[in-house]
C-alpha cells in the first residue's frame, strides 16, 4: 500500500510515536517555569504517566474578565491493582492530599484515588513522594494497561485470594517497560535513557512502540459477587470454584461504557463470553488479548479505538478464532456455566477470619474529604494511625478499613461518631448504591455537573422512594457529566448522562449487578425534572411488580414503550 493510500491515523498516534517511549520533552518541559502548560504532545503523553493536564473551569470566567490565562493544574491517579494500601501508604497518601493538591482524595471507579489541583510546580515533588512509598501512578491512564479490579473484600476464602494474586501478577505482566525508564527519568531523577537502537519489540515486547489504539481494562470477579463490574471491561476473568476452590475463570472480552453524542456508531457494550482459562493461562491470556487488541484495533478513529469494536465488528466467534490461533498457545474451551447472580459493597463490619474485622464504609461519590461537621477525611486519618488497619478501596467508590479486631471496634465507632461519619446502615439505599464521575470543574471533557449535582439528586430520590414506601429497595443510580460513562451509568438502573448545560440524557433499565445494559428513553432533560418524571414510574413499579422483581427487572418487563409514556417520553 503506498503512502498515498495509507489509513490516516489520528494525531496521538503520532505523538506515541515521536514520544521515545512516553519520555517526549517532559523533562524539559517541566522544567521550565516559563512554561505555563504543556504542548499537545506532552499532553498525550503524561496520561501514561498517570496524569492529566487540566484546567479550573469555576475560575475560567473570572480569570477571562481580568484578561488573566487558564488556570492550569494536573490530576494523579494511582495505580493499585485490588485497591491495596498499608496503613503507612495511606497516610502518605492523605499527606500527599493536602500538601500538593486540594485537600481530598478521590477514589475512582477503579479502585483507585485521584489527586486533583496539583499545580506544575509541585509535579514532581508530588510524584516523588508517591513513589518513596512503593506507589506508582505509570499507566494510571493513557493508552496502556490501566488499573486491575480484583473483589478488595479481604474474606478468607480462596478464591479471593487467588484474584488478588492474579490482579498483581497481570498489572506487573502488562506494565510497560521502556516507558516505566522514561517515567523515572521524568519524575525520580533516574538516568536519561535512549531507546534509538533498540527494536520496539525488545524495548516494549507487549506494547511496541505506539503503544495499544486506545486504554485498556482488566477486571476479576466472582459470580455470586461481581462487585468490579466485570462485562464493563475489556477483559474480565470470572472465576469458577468447585467445592470453594478456584479451578479457573471464564475470561470475558469487548465491554466497555463510553460513546459520542449523536455519533451513532458509538455506543456501549457487555463484554462477551470467549473461553475458559486456568489459573496458571490468566496471565498468558492477558497477553494474548492485549496484543490482539495491539494488532487490530482502530488506530485512525480513537472514538472507535477500544477492544469492545473489534469484538461487535468482528462477531465473538472471529474474536475466538483469532485469539486462539494466533495470540494463545493454551486450550481452546468453552466457558463454564457461571452465571452472575449478585453485587455485594461490603459495607458494615465483616469476618476476615483468624479473629480480624473489617469495616466496610460508603463514601458518597468517593470524595474523601472535611465538610463542615462531616469530617471524613480526618476521621479517616484518625482511625489508620491509631489502629494502623490497611486500606482497601472498592470499584463502587468506597473503602475498607482492614485488619481490626473485636477489641477495636468500640473505638472506631467512637471516633466516626467524634467525626461525624455515618454507619452505612444509617444512609438511603439509592445513596449507597449512588456512582458519579468528577466532572466539573476538573475534567476538560465535562459538559454538565456530576459529582457536584448528585448529592441533590440523591436527596430528590430519598424524599420520593420514601413517600412510595421504597426507601429500603436498591436501586443504582449513577450520573456522569458527559457520555463517556466513567461510572458506568448505562448498565445502572437508572443512569444520567450529561447532555449539557443543565440537561440529561435518562437510562433506565439496566440491572444492579451489572448483567445488561439499560435503554435510553428521554434526550435532553432538565436536572429539576429527572425525579418528578420518574415519579409515575416507581408508582407503577409499586402498584405492578411481582414478588422480590427489582426495578430494573420491571422495567424490562413492561417494555421501552410503555416506560417512555409513564415518564412522558415521546414513544
Known amino acids: 500500500m503506498s503512502d498515498e493510500n ?6 496521538v498516534e503520532g505523538h506515541k510515536a515521536e514520544g521515545h517511549y512516553l519520555r517526549g520533552t517532559l523533562p524539559e518541559e517541566f522544567a521550565d517555569p ?3 502548560h504543556l504542548s499537545e ?11 492529566y493536564q487540566q484546567e479550573d473551569r469555576d475560575a475560567r470566567k473570572n480569570r477571562s474578565k481580568a484578561g488573566v490565562g487558564k488556570a492550569y493544574m494536573f490530576m494523579i491517579r494511582l495505580k493499585l491493582p485490588g485497591g491495596k494500601l498499608t496503613a ?14 486540594n485537600g481530598t482524595l478521590r477514589i475512582t471507579t477503579r479502585q483507585s484515588f485521584q489527586f486533583h489541583g496539583v499545580l506544575k510546580g509541585d509535579m514532581k515533588a508530588t510524584m516523588a513522594a508517591i513513589n518513596a512509598t512503593l506507589v506508582t501512578t505509570l499507566g494510571g491512564c493513557g493508552d496502556v494497561n490501566r488499573n486491575v479490579l480484583a473483589c478488595p473484600a479481604p474474606h478468607p476464602d480462596p478464591a479471593r485470594k487467588q484474584m488478588q494474586e492474579l490482579a498483581d501478577a497481570v498489572a506487573a505482566h502488562l506494565a510497560p517497560r521502556a516507558g516505566a525508564k522514561a517515567y523515572h527519568e521524568v519524575w525520580l531523577n533516574g538516568e536519561p535513557v535512549t531507546f534509538d537502537d533498540v527494536a520496539p519489540e525488545v524495548a516494549e515486547p507487549i506494547y511496541g512502540k505506539t503503544y495499544l489504539p486506545r486504554k485498556f481494562k482488566v477486571a476479576f470477579s466472582l459470580p455470586h459477587d461481581n462487585c468490579t463490574d466485570i462485562l464493563a471491561q475489556c477483559l474480565g476473568f470470572l472465576a469458577v470454584t468447585e467445592k470453594g476452590e478456584p479451578v479457573g475463570y471464564n475470561l470475558y472480552a469487548g465491554g466497555g461504557q463510553g460513546q459520542t453524542n449523536s455519533n451513532p456508531d458509538t455506543y456501549p457494550l457487555l463484554a462477551q463470553p470467549v473461553g475458559f482459562v486456568e489459573p496458571g493461562e490468566v496471565v498468558a491470556a492477558a497477553e494474548g488479548i492485549i496484543k490482539l ?22 462477531g465473538v466467534e472471529k474474536f475466538r478464532d483469532v485469539f486462539y490461533r494466533d495470540y494463545f498457545k493454551g486450550p481452546r474451551r468453552e466457558p463454564r456455566e457461571a452465571p452472575i447472580t449478585g453485587l455485594d459493597l461490603h459495607h458494615g463490619w465483616q469476618s476476615m477470619g483468624g479473629g480480624k474485622l473489617f469495616l466496610g464504609l460508603s463514601v458518597e461519590n468517593g470524595r474523601i474529604k472535611d465538610e463542615g461537621s462531616f469530617r471524613l477525611r480526618s476521621g479517616l486519618r484518625a482511625i489508620v494511625a491509631k489502629y494502623k488497619c490497611d486500606v482497601r478501596l472498592t470499584a463502587q467508590q468506597d473503602v475498607m478499613l482492614c485488619g481490626l479486631t473485636g477489641d477495636d471496634r468500640t473505638g472506631v465507632e467512637a471516633l466516626m461518631t467524634e467525626y461525624g461519619i455515618p454507619k452505612p446502615e444509617t ?30 439528586l440523591v436527596d ?33 438502573e437508572i443512569g444520567i448522562v450529561g447532555r449539557g448545560g443543565t440537561k440529561y440524557t435518562l437510562y433506565i433499565g439496566g440491572d444492579s449487578y451489572g448483567r445488561r445494559l439499560n435503554a435510553e428513553v428521554q434526550d435532553g432533560v432538565p436536572f429539576d425534572q429527572i425525579v418528578p418524571k420518574l415519579t409515575t414510574l416507581f ?23 410503555k416506560v417512555k409514556e409513564l415518564i412522558g417520553a415521546k414513544v
Open 41 to 51: 504532545a506532552n499532553k498525550s503523553l503524561i496520561k501514561f504517566h498517570g496524569s
Open 539 to 561: 408508582a407503577s413499579f409499586k402498584a405492578e411488580r411481582a414478588r422480590g422483581e427489582a426495578f430494573g427487572d420491571y422495567v424490562t418487563r413492561i417494555g421501552l414503550a
Open 460 to 492: 430528590q430520590f430519598e424524599t420520593m422512594l420514601s413517600g412510595l414506601g421504597l426507601g429500603e429497595e436498591p436501586i443504582s443510580v449513577r450520573m456522569t457529566g458527559c457520555p463517556n460513562g466513567c461510572a458506568r451509568p448505562y448498565q445502572s
Open 34 to 36: 516559563a512554561v505555563e
Open 427 to 456: 444512609l438511603s439505599q439509592v445513596q449507597r448504591w449512588s456512582m458519579a464521575c468528577p466532572a466539573i470543574p476538573t475534567c476538560p471533557l465535562a459538559i454538565t455537573e456530576s459529582e457536584r449535582a448528585m448529592p441533590g
Open 293 to 314: 487488541f495491539r494488532d487490530h484495533g482502530n488506530r485512525e478513529n480513537r472514538k472507535r479505538a477500544r477492544l469492545k469494536y473489534v469484538m461487535h465488528d468482528w
Open 88 to 101: 503507612d501508604q495511606y497516610l502518605a497518601m492523605d499527606d500527599v492530599a493536602g500538601r500538593y493538591a
Open 6 to 11: 495509507a489509513p490516516k491515523l489520528s494525531p
